[in-house]
């Protein structure tokens, strides 16, 4: 079964696109945790990070440099932003599809440590 952001990546259903490549989609969350807040999704279908393989390597990469690229982009990379990625149910994963979560826009505070 398709998962949301393959719909999106279809254009089966809309989204705030912010960047698109071949390999990667970016685009608005729909429910933000931050001013500004960015998911970046690969558009090959993995499903959790315990599913790169290595031929992902570049993938991986150029997801990092599209992260800091975007950041660039908005005008927060000198500022600072986060850049998150959940694993599995423990890991908060609601989506099966690798993808990251830009957050920024305000000072995020210390991560969850408990």
Known sequence: MATIFTKIINREIPADI????????????????????ILVVTKKEIP??????????VLIGEAYLTLAKIAKD???AENG???IT???????????????HLLAGKPLGPMLSK
Not at 18 to 37: M, S, T
Not at 86 to 100: K, R, T
């Open 86 to 100: 959940n694993c599995n149910s423990y890991g908060g994963q609601e989506v099966f599809h690798l993808h990251f």
């Open 18 to 37: 912010v960047y698109e490549d071949e390999n990667l989609i970016a685009f608005k969350d729909i429910n933000p945790q931050a001013p500004i807040h």
């Open 48 to 57: 959790t990070i315990n599913d790169i393989s290595p031929e992902d390597r």
């Open 74 to 76: 908005l005008g927060v």
């Open 81 to 83: 932003y986060r850049v």
